[in-house]
């Protein structure tokens, strides 16, 4: 299954370099994204509005399969392509308010198996797995809180790697305001 999602999701996703925002310049990558959604959602990372597109039938089906697997429920899902070993992603924690206080994310990772990394906030802890093909990581409770993560650069990997986190993006609403009645 997992050999067949990755050829499909290379030849049907909607791929796009990334742009991020970083001390306010705005860095164009060689990782290459796609941002799928229900409607009406949007998000907001590095400084960066994404606007979803609507969900394909393939990914709305694995969507199901990751919701039966882990008992969440998600409504947007963000992939990511590294063509090799030389593309990785930063330092981060996935705490946008969008997300909630909590946020409950499940990483599918698919072809090169790379190393993941954590390192806590505030003090000296440090946590490394490697990220299989075919292999679900689910972050929830405090570890936005209290983690970092990234997806380190290395050398010896010459192959590609599609990532794909399902989130739940939790609709941001005005305040309520209580009636004069
Ligand atoms: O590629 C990965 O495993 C992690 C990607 C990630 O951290 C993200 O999309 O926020
Ligand atoms: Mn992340």
């Not at 409607?39 to 960066?48: F, I, K, R, V």
């Not at 970092?148 to 739940?168: C, D, E, Q, W």
Request: aromatic share 10%; hydrophobic share 35%; with cysteine.
């Amino acid at each position: 299954m997992a050999d067949s999602l990755f050829r499909q999701l290379l030849e049907n996703i909607d791929w796009s370099k990334d742009k991020v925002k970083l001390f306010g310049k705005i860095y164009i990558t060689e990782r290459e994204v796609a941002w799928y959604a229900d409607d009406d959602l949007s998000y907001t990372y590095s400084g960066e509005k994404k606007v979803p597109k609507a969900w394909s039938a393939e990914l709305l089906n694995l969507k199901h399969t990751i919701e039966e697997a882990t008992g969440e429920t998600f409504n947007a899902c963000l992939l990511n392509l590294y063509h090799s070993g030389n593309e990785g992603m930063g330092w981060h924690s996935d705490d946008e308010p969008e997300l909630g206080y909590e946020p409950v994310i499940a990483s599918l990772s698919l072809g090169a198996k790379r190393k993941f990394a954590f390192k806590h906030k505030h003090d000296q802890l440090k946590y490394s797995l490697e990220l299989e093909h075919g292999s679900l990581l689910l972050m929830k409770g405090r570890t936005q809180h209290d983690w970092k993560h990234a997806l380190p650069k290395s050398k010896k990997v010459g192959l590609p790697r599609i990532n794909l986190t399902f989130r739940k993006i939790l609709v941001l609403k005005a305040p309520f305001k209580k009636s004069q009645s």
